[in-house]
Nanobody, 128 residues
Framework: QLHLVESGGGLVQPGGSLRLSCAAS????????IAWFRQAPGKEREELLC????????NFRIPTEGRFTISRDNAKNTVFLDIHNLKPEDTAIYSC?????????????????????WGQGTQVTVSH
């Protein structure tokens, strides 16, 4: 079982950068794929990036334009999302989740299409 906690959000001016953290307060992240998502007000949740246990990043359907980078530090039991050149349209709640098997719902090492064990999210607001 993993309990994920996101942090690092806040109010940022356009063009700024942020590093978001997804830490495990219970369990170990190193054995599982972790993905970042975001949900803007009035919009559906969007998949951003996923990182598997071999540090391979998978880019989902949202074009990140090279502004988003995912990484993991197993010693810190944390996965990071770095966002550069922030834009007002990046304003959203950013959440992380663990990759799970579509059929068994067990946590897995690869980035597939199902995720669970969501954190509570961290708010990112991009504005002057």
């Amino acid at each position: 079982q993993l309990h994920l906690v996101e942090s690092g959000g806040g109010l940022v001016q356009p063009g700024g950068s942020l590093r978001l953290s997804c830490a495990a307060s219970e369990g170990t992240l190193a054995s599982y794929a972790i993905a970042w998502f975001r949900q803007a007000p009035g919009k559906e949740r969007e998949e951003l990036l996923c990182i598997n246990t071999h540090d391979r990043a998978v880019n989902f359907r949202i074009p990140t334009e090279g502004r988003f980078t995912i990484s993991r530090d197993n010693a810190k039991n944390t996965v990071f999302l770095d966002i550069h050149n922030l834009k007002p349209e990046d304003t959203a709640i950013y959440s992380c989740a663990v990759g799970v098997s579509l059929f068994t719902r067990r946590m897995i090492a690869d980035c597939e299409y199902e995720f669970d064990h969501w954190g509570q999210g961290t708010q990112v607001t991009v504005s002057h």
